[in-house]
């Protein structure tokens, strides 16, 4: 074997060639790479932030739906105790408005009774005292005629 020129200018190239590589132009391959790891590493770490953000977001809005929902089933609740607060307070007003105008009602009834009853005493006296001077075929003076339909009324 013969170490000659053939096998030393080679040899003494490559080496200077890593030497070049190694000192100029390998570390800013591992910079870069390093640079892009991190990169890579940010980007991982800030999707699964985005993600437990995001699943937290979530949460919230199904908790603020469940409140909404919480609330508007009490808004409902409270709609329809009032409807039936007020269908109840109407038919009371309208069963003592009914009560009122039936008592007045009665009231007039019972005016109109009591009147026609006078006017029937006072009738059934004036025919009783027409009948009575017929039979007795005579006229009963004024006075007279007054006392004896006062007594008659108080009488009836």
């Known amino acids: 074997m013969n170490f000659g020129a053939t096998f030393w200018g080679p040899m003494i190239s490559f080496a200077l060639f890593v030497w070049f590589t190694m000192k100029y132009v390998w570390p800013p391959i591992q910079t870069a790479m390093a640079d892009r790891q991190k990169q890579i590493a940010d980007g991982l770490a800030a999707g699964e932030r985005g ?54 009602a009665r009231s007039e009834i019972d005016t109109e009774i009591s ?35 006062d007594d008659l009324v108080k009488q009836l």
């Open 51 to 104: 993600q437990k953000e995001l699943d937290q977001a979530k949460s919230e809005v199904d908790k603020m739906l469940r409140e909404a929902r919480e609330q508007a089933s009490q808004v409902i609740a409270q709609a329809n105790k009032r409807q039936s607060e007020l269908v109840e307070q109407a038919r009371e007003e309208a069963r003592q408005e009914a009560e009122r105008v039936l008592a007045q």
């Open 115 to 149: 009147q026609a009853r006078d006017a029937l005493r006072k009738e059934v006296v004036n025919l009783a005292v027409a009948g009575s001077s017929r039979i007795l075929k005579r006229e009963i003076d004024a006075k007279a005629h007054k006392d004896l339909i």
